[in-house]
């Protein structure tokens, strides 16, 4: 258990709708990531959060929008959501900004029908 | 852009052997080097890393390889074991830049065979 936690696990939706992931990351740790993983891809890096503030963006639709709370808690909207969106949805967390051991939740498996 | 990559997408190997993942990058900002091990239906879990002042790191049975000026770095298992079988993924960072978000690669499905 890396004490990174993502609900929910599963998730069933149809195209244009709009979606919310939720990350809470391990205690004490400050910053969230947000990381995408399609069929056959690598997880490819889609924004950062350090206590409370975006701190890097990668290859994150403008669909897509995510924030962290005063409680580093963290949430991932995807909204008009396409087909194409199916994949899973990894978080991890880090005690701070310098800190390249992320730890990973389990991930949320989107399913756009 | 693919600024990590793992070009064996599978490795097959047999109980007891070495397994050798490798891992090419093109940013020669990169300064830190991690590998992930993934299991179905789980996130990736963090095996071990180098940073670049480095040319190798050991724990255990896990050993990972630096070469800078080849932009190169590997994993490796010695021995292998049936419980190795899984994904692995290289990734690296910049770890004394402003951001220090983790450029992975596509990764490698290890099988370890009995």
């Known amino acids: 258990d890396s004490g990174v936690t993502q609900t929910p696990k599963h998730l069933i939706t149809a195209t244009g709708q709009r979606v919310t992931l939720r990350c809470s990351p391990r205690s004490g740790d400050l910053s969230v990531y947000w990381y995408q993983q399609s069929l056959d891809q690598g997880l490819q890096f889609l924004i950062q959060y350090y206590n409370g503030e975006e701190r890097a963006k990668g290859n994150i639709l403008e669909r897509f929008s995510a924030q962290q709370f005063p409680d580093l808690h963290s949430e991932l909207n995807l909204s008009s959501l396409e087909l194409g969106d199916s994949a899973l949805y990894f978080c991890?967390?880090?005690?701070?900004?310098?800190?390249?051991?992320?730890?990973f939740g389990q991930g949320t498996r989107l399913t756009v029908v | 852009d693919q600024q990590v990559k793992q070009n064996s997408p599978s490795l097959s190997v047999q109980e007891g052997r070495i397994s050798i993942l490798n891992c090419d990058y093109t940013n020669s900002m990169f300064d830190y080097f991690l590998w992930y091990k993934k299991y179905p239906a789980e996130g990736p879990t963090f095996l071990i890393s180098i940073s670049s002042i480095k040319d190798k790191n050991e724990d255990g049975r896990f050993t990972v390889f630096l070469n800078k000026s080849a932009k190169h770095l590997s994993l490796h298992i010695v021995p292998s074991q049936p419980g190795d079988s899984a994904v692995y993924f290289c990734?690296?960072?910049?770890?004394?830049?402003?951001?220090?978000?983790?450029?992975f690669g596509t990764g490698t499905l290890l099988a370890v065979q009995p």
């Open positions: 990734a690296a960072s910049n770890y004394g830049g402003a951001t220090n978000k983790l450029i």
């Open positions: 991890a967390s880090s005690v701070d900004w310098g800190n390249t051991e992320a730890f």
